[in-house]
């Protein structure tokens, strides 16, 4: 994992990592399980940082902007984020 990237590999701490991620690329205070990434302000260039940031993050990989919009709430995303670790052998959940 990069610099910056949570501590514990749990669910959770990723949860929170990409909160304040979303809370800093859209320029708003705190954005909640619910919230939907589109709706509160974020467009295609901040969809692509963020994606570009979780991949560096977590080691996995994306196929582009499509699964953003496919799962644009914090919720579906962080669940994304945790089957593409488990599937891609970069989280505590992977199949090796």
Known sequence: MQ????????LGAVQQFVAQLWSEALNVPAVS???NF???GGHSLTAMHVIDVVEQTFGVEFGGMREMCENPTLAEF?????????SQGTGPTARR
């Open 78 to 86: 962080i669940v994304l984020v945790a089957v593409r670790r488990a």
């Open 38 to 40: 589109f709706k509160l």
């Open 33 to 35: 399980d619910a919230d």
């Open 3 to 10: 610099p910056g990237a949570p501590d514990s590999d749990s």
